[in-house]
C-alpha cells in the first residue's frame, strides 16, 4: 500500500469525486481475469485486497483505487522458434520461399495457439487523490505505466480534468544552484546522498553520485563543469525521503518517521483498521509534502 514512487497530477477544476460516484465509476471498468484468448487484461480492483469488494477506500478525505494488470508470458524467442519450424515445414511443402502476408499469418496463428498456454502475471499501480488539495498520484514512475492508469482512469470517469504537474521554476536550475550553494535549500529540506548531473549537450555525458555527501567540495566542483543536476535526493521534515527528478516525479519514497502497521504488531488487529490507518497516515503526509514542493518551485505553471 505504502507508495514507492509518485507521479503527480494535479486537477484543472475543483475536484468534485465522491466516494460513491468514483465506485459507481469505476465498476464499469472493473477488473476481468483474462481468458484464453486474451494477451492482457487491464482494470479495477479492491485497494485493500481479497476479502473486500470496494473498489475505492476513502478515509480522512482522501481516495485511494488500485488498478491490476494481468498479461500472459508470451517471450519473443519461443513464437520465433515456432514460426521458424512452420515456415520451413511449408517451404519444403510447396517449394518455395514465404514472405510478406503469409509471414504475418504464420505468426497470429503461433501466438493464437500458444496464448492460452502462456503463464500470467500480475502488477498493479494505485492512484491517491486528494480532492481537498487537488491533487491525484500514481504509484510509478514509468511514463507508459502510469499514462495507461490515467487512460483507464479516463475511460471510467467522465472530463477527468487532470494534467501532470510542471512547475514555474525548472527542477534542474534549482537543483544545480543548491548543489553549487549559491540558493539556500528551504528550511523543510535537507540535501540527500544522490544525484545525478547531466550534460546539456551531451545526452550520453552524465555522472551519477550514489552514497556521497552532496555538501562537500568535491561534489560541489562537479556542478561546475557545465552539467546540471537534474535528479535529486531530499528528505523532507525528517519524516520522508525521496529522490526528484527534472520531470517532478518522486522516486525511492521511504518513510523514515513512520513505521508501516502491517508486521506483527498488527497480527491482532483488524486489518481493516490498520489498513485505513496506513493510508490515512501516507495521504497526510502527501498533502502536507506535493503542494510543499510544488510551491517551493514557484507553483504550477500557467499555460
Sequence with gaps: MWFKSASVFHFLTKCKLTPESLEESLSSQAFQTVNSRQLASYGWVPPMGEGSEQLVHSTSGFMLIKARREERILPSSVV???????????????????????????????????????????????????????????????????????????????????????????????????????????????????????DDNEIAGYIRCNKQDLTSDEIKALSTTGKQVTRMALESQETLSFVLDDEFVFHKIKFTDTAPDDGADAADLDARAVFDSNVTLMALEFSSLFPAMIEVFGGIKED
Design 80 to 198: 520465433a522458434e515456432h514460426m521458424a519450424e512452420r515456415i520451413q515445414a511449408l517451404e519444403e511443402k510447396l517449394d518455395r520461399k514465404i514472405r510478406g502476408k503469409e509471414k504475418l499469418d504464420i505468426r497470429e496463428n503461433v501466438v493464437m495457439e500458444l496464448t492460452p498456454q502462456a503463464f500470467t502475471r500480475s502488477s498493479y499501480e494505485q492512484v491517491l487523490i486528494m480532492p481537498e488539495q487537488g491533487l491525484l498520484v500514481v504509484d510509478n514512475a514509468s511514463a507508459k505505466k502510469v499514462d495507461q492508469c490515467t487512460s483507464l482512469l479516463r475511460e471510467s470517469v467522465e472530463k477527468l480534468p487532470i494534467k501532470p504537474v510542471q512547475t514555474d521554476v525548472g527542477q534542474a536550475p534549482l537543483f544545480t544552484r543548491w548543489l553549487k550553494g549559491t540558493r539556500r535549500v528551504p528550511k523543510d529540506l535537507v540535501l540527500g546522498d544522490e544525484c545525478v548531473l547531466q
